[in-house]
């Protein structure tokens, strides 16, 4: 099946820098990416869908000027979180749907912690 | 976006048979209805989609009644290393709204 790799797959960092956390489509041209958030024993949560060469749509009550999404080429997300603080410590996945798929293929995930 | 609903949490024994039932009342004509497994801290991985009546593949089968309104992830013989959270999502343009998923849980 088609692979979505995801990196870093852990990261610490201090409150107040950023943080960038790629998604790679490795074996398929992905024309859309998603991002999630997940914390603790919850479900995932869908914060933003990001097309290529263009702007990413976020959903309801995610910061676009915190979380930036750039979707430069057909085989790279990433997701930027800006100046983090502790309360942005979560669970960060991604999501890749290539042309003609009909289903779309996770990365691993990136735990995030804000010191 | 469509809503569904599954049992929070299901607990069984190695070797049985699992049977996850969602309802999805309000699913449009375009949906298809897809499972992924999640591991704790890992990517939910894709199990099964299917679109109307029965899909099966090497790891699981999906039944769908003729109305659509719910569908079955079938889990046969399972093993303590299927304990995970099963998610049922229903979607036409992949824009996927989890729900809280259910909980299995495999004892020996």
């Known amino acids: 099946g088609a692979v979505v790799s995801q990196h870093p797959s852990r990261v610490i960092c201090k409150s107040g820098t950023s943080v960038k956390i790629e998604c790679r489509s490795l074996d398929f041209q992905a024309t859309t990416m998603f991002w999630y958030r997940q914390f603790p024993k919850k479900s995932l949560m869908l914060m933003a869908t990001?097309?290529?060469?263009?702007?990413?749509?976020?959903e309801q009550g995610v910061e676009k000027d915190k979380f930036l999404i750039n979707h430069a080429s057909l085989t790279l997300s990433t997701l930027t979180v800006t100046s983090a603080h502790p309360e942005d410590s979560s669970f960060y996945i991604c999501?890749?749907?290539?042309?003609?798929?009909?289903?779309?293929?996770f990365g691993s995930g990136t735990q995030l912690s804000v010191l | 976006l469509a809503k569904t609903t599954q049992p929070i949490s299901m607990d069984s024994y190695e070797g049985q048979e699992v049977n996850i039932t969602c309802s999805h009342n309000?699913?449009?004509?375009?949906?298809?209805i897809t499972w992924y497994q999640q591991f704790p801290s890992q990517g939910p991985r894709f199990i099964i989609q299917?679109?109307?009546t029965k899909v099966t593949n090497e790891v699981a089968s999906l039944f769908i009644p003729a109305d659509r309104k719910s569908s079955t992830l079938s889990l046969p013989r399972v093993s303590l290393s299927d304990t995970a959270v099963y998610y049922c999502?229903?979607?036409?343009?992949?824009?996927?709204?989890f729900g809280a998923g259910t909980t299995v849980t495999v004892r020996a």
């Open positions: 299917g679109y109307k």
């Open positions: 309000n699913i449009a004509t375009n949906d298809y």
């Open positions: 999501s890749a749907l290539g042309q003609g798929q009909e289903k779309l293929f």
């Open positions: 990001s097309n290529e060469g263009s702007k990413a749509t976020y």
């Open positions: 999502l229903v979607a036409f343009d992949y824009k996927l709204s």
